[in-house]
């Protein structure tokens, strides 16, 4: 079983900046991917940014140049780090882990909500 705990959420105004963090905790050995996904009201959860085999990253195209996805090993985390937010990138932010990519939705977090004012 593998636990995932975020935080890291909060208000920003558009054009500012947040760190989500995800804390992994259990039994890590099958997982080869991660990820964040957003929800938006009334809309489906969406793939944001991926960590493959710890070495390769993915971003779906709107958040490409403005978020990093990243491990800290010695904090057991997964971060991700959102420069010049926009309104739509408002929502529910949800750390994942799988055995595959781009599936990596056998464990999820409870999610931690992002706002962006314009």
């Known amino acids: 079983q593998v636990q995932l705990v975020e935080s890291g959420g909060g208000v920003v105004q558009a054009g500012g900046s947040l760190k989500l963090s995800c804390v992994v905790s259990?039994?890590?050995?099958?997982?080869?991917?991660m990820a964040w996904h957003r929800q938006a009201p009334g809309t489906v959860r969406v793939l944001v940014a991926g960590?493959?085999?710890?070495?390769?990253?993915y971003y779906a195209d709107p958040v490409k140049g403005r978020f990093t996805i990243s491990r800290d090993n010695a904090k057991n985390t997964l971060d991700l780090q959102m420069i010049s937010l926009k309104p739509e990138d408002a929502g529910v932010y949800y750390c994942?882990?799988?055995?595959?990519?781009?599936?990596?939705?056998?464990?999820w977090g409870q999610g931690t909500q992002v706002s962006v004012s314009s």
């Open positions: 994942s882990a799988g055995t595959s990519w781009p599936t990596v939705r056998e464990y």
């Open positions: 259990g039994d890590m050995s099958g997982i080869k991917a």
């Open positions: 960590l493959i085999g710890g070495v390769t990253t």
